[in-house]
Antibody
Framework: EVQLLESGGGLVQPGGSLRLSCVASGFTFSSYAMNWVRQAPGKGLEWVSSISGGGLSTYYADSVKGRFTISRDNSKNTLYLQMTSLRAEDTAVYYC???????????????WGQGTMVTVSS | DIQVTQSPSSLAASVGDRVTITCRASQGISISLAWYQQKPGKFPKLLIYDASTLQSGVSSRFSGSGSGTDFTLTISGLQPEDVATYYCQKYNRAPPPFTFGPGTKVDIK
């Protein structure tokens, strides 16, 4: 079955760190760029970060640049998001999402995980 | 940076009505635009990509059009299961590479 399964969310204090994971199955993981998208409670979707299929190219939203690091382990079919210096405004459901093309990083997201909740609060 | 706006922010229509949602990019993005449907408590679902290409398995009630800066999503014959929030998204090299619109909430009147 083609799916993405996130884990690693939870409650963390402001200034703390957390690492999210997303395990992929059912497709050739290394052929596709991957993304993290977040959604604060009651708010819209916000793209967070992207990584190319080989892992050599990464991109970040200005809101997380310098604090979050995206990476992937293609041998384990797993995507990661290392989050540091967390703020209250980082509270959200974090989704991993696959691009729909193996040719380019810049494409619509055709497969989404169920999401994992991150709460930043003291 | 390229900004993406949507209108209206919400709407209510009757079952069977034709519904149109508009998305506008602050700079030309060719056809690099997608539409998603998100139901409460669920992850987003891709409906349309490349402005007008229907994603596999998506109902033909949904259609997309436009290029450059102005795009539309049309639901031909609104159904109760279409109640959701709809987001447009641009994707191209111009920074930031991915930007979502603020969303349009669709309800049944």
């Amino acid at each position: 079955e083609v799916q993405l399964l996130e884990s690693g969310g939870g409650l963390v204090q402001p200034g703390g760190s957390l690492r999210l994971s997303c395990v992929a199955s059912g497709f050739t993981f290394s052929s596709y760029a991957m993304n993290w998208v977040r959604q604060a409670p009651g708010k819209g979707l916000e793209w967070v970060s992207s990584i190319s299929g080989g892992g050599l190219s990464t991109y970040y939203a200005d809101s997380v640049k310098g604090r979050f690091t995206i990476s992937r382990d293609n041998s384990k079919n797993t995507l990661y998001l290392q989050m540091t210096s967390l703020r209250a405004e980082d509270t959200a459901v974090y989704y991993c999402a696959k691009v729909g093309s193996s040719v380019t990083t810049y494409h619509a997201f055709d497969l989404w995980g169920q999401g994992t909740m991150v709460t930043v609060s003291s | 940076d390229i900004q993406v706006t949507q209108s209206p922010s919400s709407l209510a229509a009757s079952v069977g009505d034709r519904v149109t949602i508009t998305c506008r990019a602050s700079q030309g993005i060719s056809i690099s635009l997608a539409w998603y449907q998100q139901k409460p408590g669920k992850f987003p679902k891709l409906l349309i990509y490349d402005a007008s290409t229907l994603q596999s398995g998506v109902s033909s009630r949904f259609s997309g059009s436009g290029s450059g800066t102005d795009f539309t999503l049309t639901i031909s014959g609104l159904q109760p299961e279409d109640v959701a929030t709809y987001y447009c998204q641009k994707y191209n090299r111009a920074p930031p590479p991915f930007t979502f619109g603020p969303g349009t909430k669709v309800d049944i009147k």
